[in-house]
């Protein structure tokens, strides 16, 4: 059941989840900021069936940008450097930026 709860989510996040005609392939149509969303909800949801999708669209996607990493970091208050690398596979010294940032370090 958690997996329909999973697509429900990820097509929440306005991309585009269909099953390609009768077979078990699905596909997925999302911009850069709706896959970030993705990988997010995965990792929140902890469903370890679908790590693996996570881990593909992480690889697929191109570098992250400053502000997408500020904006993941806003979304989860108190997010750790660590937490940070792990989900959007950034530098140090990227995500060590943003916490400071947020922190009013900088």
């Known amino acids: 059941m958690k997996a329909y709860a999973l697509k429900a989510h990820i097509r929440n996040t306005g991309s585009d989840l269909q099953r390609i005609g009768r077979s078990r392939n ?3 149509k999302a911009n850069r900021q ?10 929140r949801e902890d469903e370890q069936t679908w790590l693996w999708l996570a881990k593909l669209l992480k ?25 940070l690398l792990t989900r959007t596979d950034c530098t140090l010294a990227q995500a060590r930026t943003v916490i400071d940032e947020l922190e009013g370090l900088d």
């Open 26 to 28: 699905w596909q997925l």
């Open 34 to 43: 709706q896959l970030l969303e993705i990988i997010d909800i995965i990792h």
């Open 59 to 83: 690889s697929h996607s191109e570098d992250i940008t400053h502000d997408e990493l500020l904006a993941i970091a806003r979304r989860k208050p108190g997010i750790t450097v660590n937490e």
